[in-house]
């Protein structure tokens, strides 16, 4: 766990992501990033110079499971004292029957930001705390390159003005490889994903393309994920300014 927790307690101090009484909400999906956010956070909560308050919200997305993975979660939570709350959804009916998506993670990611924020504010308010990684930073900059034409990546931490929500992402400086060595090593109670996009999403086309690059030139990912910090990020072209005649 030690090696989860030194990086990040370094980002929450780096962006002053937790305050003394923060109420914070994980996002738990029951994926390793969110499961190990949990148990990461529930440990640093014991030596954290801020006090800070922990529980977990679930989006059930409305699939149909037949194990009790779900159930095993809940348990795991009781024992590390988190509540768990659960918040029942039709969002798989509507991206994928009555919307019928064909490229449904956008809307998907949408709508279960949007029920994680209402179950927070219906709860009093807080803070969300979400499991974005580092590879989940270099695939976000890389996807914004090839897809917007910009250079981009969601922030550490942020302010949600319409929900009234802070956001913070506690393991941005954690390698996935980290967070799937840590997982098996403690043992969690990862949830299957039962999504039927799953691993066939523009991300995971990111994720293993940055891993093609990375055979080619080892550093490629490291640079790709420090590139958000480079002091040149911003020596960017300006566009030409139109002539004459508007062009």
Known sequence: MQQVL???????????????????????SGG?????????????????PESFTLEAISIDMGFE??????ERLT??????????????????EIVFEARKEK????LCAKMRRGALNNEINRLGGG??????NADDVAETVLLSLLYEG???????????????VKLIRPFIYIEECDIVGAVGRLELPVVPSVCPEDKVT????????IKQLTRDNPSAKRNIMGAVFHPERAALWQRPAPDETGR
């Open 150 to 164: 910009r250079f981009s990546c969601f922030a550490p931490t942020a302010y949600m003005d319409k929900s009234a």
């Open 127 to 132: 803070t969300l705390a979400l499991g974005h």
């Open 32 to 48: 390793k990033d969110s499961v190990l956010l949990t148990a990461a956070l529930a440990a640093y909560r014991r030596f954290s």
């Open 65 to 70: 499971r037949k194990d009790d993975a779900d």
């Open 6 to 28: 030194s990086p990040m307690r370094r980002a929450i101090q780096d962006y002053k992501m937790i305050s003394d009484g923060d109420r914070i909400f994980v996002g738990l």
């Open 202 to 209: 523009r991300r995971e086309y990111a994720k293993q393309l």
């Open 103 to 106: 490229s449904p993670c956008s």
């Open 75 to 92: 348990d795991w939570c009781e024992s590390l004292g988190v509540p768990r709350h659960i918040v029942r959804t039709d969002i798989a």
